[in-house]
């Protein structure tokens, strides 16, 4: 590619820029190429008139822009290092001009005494002084005369007691009304008095410099005796006591009349003639006396403000106020106290979370007061370009961002604590339903509070210009917004499933007749559904886990990978609890034990106290608590399903007739069934199958007592206590083991029985 008319071309247009440019500064600027010769300009001009060759140097432009190497872009770290740079180089310029300022003060000494040694200057001064006592004298005669005049209403306005907040804004209203009357007595003399004198035209501009100051000191003033009220404490706004109440109002006048005076007197002698350098000297001075005396109202008030931060200790307890404790609280009266209830691990959790930041906040607040004065001050003396004006708008944001945050957090826990109450009679009526409507209230409330505090930090940020906003709009405040939404709503499915489950399952189980009498379920489903509630919160949590978790950007294909392995692990190695397993959920869903059940497993007996996934636990008659693992379960023997029954096996002597005994057995039967103790356990009559057995001794009569699950030992204990009683009363003997002795000596034998005492006898005794 030539590159001959190009650089020819570049050389020309650059020339002819340098000659036809009316910028003084490119006179003197050193050109970048050497200047074209005459022949080059000639093939310049031929170039451009004819469209062909023009439209070929063009194409070659473009072919020369194309392959031009791209600047580097430039990084985040290189603008960094350029705004620092362009800010140290800011800083030192303004640092050299206070500098030089202070270097000036010679020059503004010179201009005081040119002042004070000139006539005419002189006269002007004398002339302005005239003028100003004239004006000022004039005003303040007006308004003390003023002051005296209003000085009944006064007292009467701060003699009367408020029945509220409203009315005490109606009489700080009026209170306002004649505070402003004696300024207004000032104003219109004063401007009064300026208007109708003749003076120089900067004479007239200086004293309205100062009549303004006066007006502002005293508009200042007023708002300050408005809101403390020194001598009217009913009035007053401010939570201070009399005392406060005048040292702020001392500190407020002492600063105003600093601030203001030197200010517009600063203004005033600018009109008069001073230099800019020393003016700007003298509004710096000012502007350090009142940072100082801010930092020693900081400093005064140490500790009374970190005292207030820290909060109110407990107090100690008094046994002298016992009695008027009492009254307050119902004791005296005869009524129960009414103490407020103690806090819970979360609110104490909270309030030392908060008393450890409001106990380090106390610790450093008047020194983060006095750097913020500090930073303030030399952002305005140094005149950084709207520096000052940031730091205020900032200051004034942070305050009204930290106002309304306050403010909405008190009126989120007043929501919480009143709007979502149940009122006292359903509390009543229902005791359980506080607790189960109010559950999630506490975690709500943290969340809510958590929001509010992370959106003002944020609005704080944005404030002091960190654009901490700008990244809602950037990809990745998208794709955090996108998770968080995705995430509130998986969990707030999740529990709002878990929540239907178990509020169906708890209305199944306490459910309740229309007489209010408590339904009584099924050992089975009250072992199953507990099972299947657990069962469904574990997976409702491994599955929002797993949503979340990917949802933060965790692959989650790994964990399902690995779960696998360890599943098939699990099935290889622990094959026992496996079958535990297994075998637990047939027993159970074949519902052959339920708890409650008085069962024989694996050669132990007892009433089943709880069934898990894995195994039983049985509670023995002597106390003792048998585990046995479903695996070890072979058979299963079940004492109370559905019915029960108690065998009765009756030994009666040959001597009595069992048709009898039979008629007593069942007679006895009837007499528990009639009872209310009794009948309500035993579901038919005594069953009676005859005579079941010779024995050695005895006649053997078998029969049986159906009775409700479970009840059976209970009804068989008392028939037998009856049964004894009876058979007692009606003579019929129950037989026990006899042994007859024949002795052979030669004698006749002669028979030895045992007799029921213990004693021997024979057939002839």
């Not at 247009?13 to 009316?22: E, H």
């Not at 178990?502 to 309740?512: D, F, S």
């Not at 299963?636 to 030994?651: G, P, Q, R, W």
Request: charged share 20%.
């Amino acid at each position: 590619m030539p590159t001959r008319p190009i650089r020819l071309l570049l050389s020309c247009l650059l020339f002819t820029l340098a000659l036809l440019s009316a910028h003084p500064a490119s006179a003197q600027a050193t050109p970048l190429v050497d200047q074209p010769s005459a022949a080059e300009v000639d093939q310049l001009i031929t170039t451009l008139e004819d469209p062909a060759k023009r439209d070929a140097l063009l194409v070659q432009l473009k072919a020369l822009k194309a392959v031009e190497k791209p600047a580097e872009p430039e990084t985040m770290g290189s603008r960094v290092l350029d705004t620092l740079s362009d800010r140290i180089d800011l800083f030192s310029q303004q640092v050299a001009a206070a500098s030089r300022a202070v270097i000036d003060t010679p020059r503004a000494l010179r201009w005081l005494n040119q002042q004070m040694t000139d006539p005419a200057k002189r006269d002007a001064w004398g002339l302005l002084a005239l003028h100003l006592a004239l004006i000022i004298g004039g005003g303040y005669a007006a308004r003390f005369a003023m002051i005296w005049l209003l000085s009944r209403p006064r007292r009467a306005l701060g003699a009367r007691a408020p029945g509220g907040l409203l009315a005490k804004l109606v009489l700080l209203f009026a209170r306002l009304v004649l505070d402003l009357l004696p300024m207004g007595a000032f104003a219109l003399v004063g401007f009064g008095l300026l208007s109708g004198t003749e003076a120089p035209r900067t004479v007239r501009v200086a004293s309205l410099i100062i009549l303004n100051a006066s007006l502002i000191v005293q508009g200042v003033l007023v708002a300050g005796h408005v809101l403390l009220s020194p001598k009217t404490p009913l009035l007053r706004l401010a939570r201070v006591g009399d005392e406060t109440a005048q040292y702020l109002l001392i500190w407020i006048r002492r600063i105003t009349i600093i601030g203001v005076y030197g200010y517009f007197i600063g203004e005033a002698m600018r009109v008069l003639g001073l230099p800019a350098t020393p003016h700007s000297a003298w509004l710096k001075l000012v502007g350090l006396l009142v940072t100082a005396m801010l930092i020693v109202l900081v400093l005064q008030n140490r500790e009374p403000v970190a005292q207030a931060l820290r909060g109110k200790p407990e107090p100690e307890p008094d046994d002298r106020d016992e009695a008027l404790r009492a009254v307050l609280a119902g004791e005296a009266s005869g009524d129960e106290p009414h103490l407020p209830p103690p806090p819970t691990p979360a609110q104490a959790r909270r309030h030392a979370a908060l008393s450890l930041v409001r106990q380090r906040l106390a610790d450093v607040w008047h020194i983060l007061a006095i750097l913020y004065l500090g930073a303030v001050y030399l952002i305005w003396a140094l005149e950084i370009a709207g520096g000052f004006d940031f730091v205020l708008r900032a200051t004034l944001v942070t305050g009204a961002i930290l106002i309304v945050s306050r403010l909405l957090s008190e009126a989120l826990n007043q929501l919480v604590d009143r709007g979502l109450k149940v009122p006292d009679d359903v509390r009543l009526a229902y005791p359980g339903l506080e607790e189960r409507a109010n559950r999630y209230l506490p975690f709500l409330r943290r969340v809510a509070q958590g929001l509010l505090g992370v959106f003002t930090i944020l609005l704080l940020l944005q404030a002091w210009g960190a654009d901490a906003l700008s990244w809602l709009g950037s990809d990745l405040g998208q794709r955090v917004a996108s998770s968080s939404v995705t995430i509130l709503i998986v969990l707030t499915l999740a529990l709002v499933i878990w929540e239907m489950v178990n509020g169906a399952i708890l209305r199944y189980l306490n459910a309740t007749d229309d007489q209010g009498i408590r339904l009584q379920r099924s050992a089975r489903m009250r072992t199953l559904l507990p099972l299947m509630r657990n069962a469904l919160t574990i997976l409702l949590v491994t599955l929002a886990g797993l949503i979340v978790l990917s949802e933060f950007g965790v692959n989650i294909a790994p964990l399902l990978a690995g779960a696998g392995v360890i599943g098939l692990a699990v099935g290889f190695g622990a094959q026992t609890l496996v079958k535990d397993v297994i075998t637990g959920l047939f027993i159970l869903i074949e519902d052959t034990i339920s708890v409650g059940d008085g069962v024989t497993v694996a050669g132990l007996s007892g009433g089943v106290e709880a069934m898990s996934i894995r195994s039983i636990r049985l509670r023995g008659y002597d106390g003792a608590v048998h585990t046995i693992p479903f695996s070890s379960v072979t058979t299963v023997t079940n004492s109370t399903k559905d019915f029960s029954f108690y065998v009765l096996n009756v030994t009666i002597d040959y001597a009595v007739d069992t048709d009898r005994v039979v008629g007593v057995l069942k007679d006895i039967g009837v007499q528990m069934q009639a009872e209310p103790d009794y009948g309500a356990s035993i579901l038919g009559p005594v069953e009676i199958a005859g005579v079941d057995a010779f024995q050695d001794s005895a006649v053997l009569i078998k029969g049986r007592i159906k009775t409700r699950a479970g009840q059976q030992w209970a009804v068989g204990r008392e028939f037998n206590r009856r049964m004894k009683k009876r058979f007692d009363a009606e003579g019929i003997t129950i037989p026990f083991p006899q042994q007859v002795l024949h002795i052979n000596s030669g004698a006749p034998a002669t028979p030895f029985t045992s007799a029921p005492d213990g004693t021997v006898k024979t057939d002839a005794s």
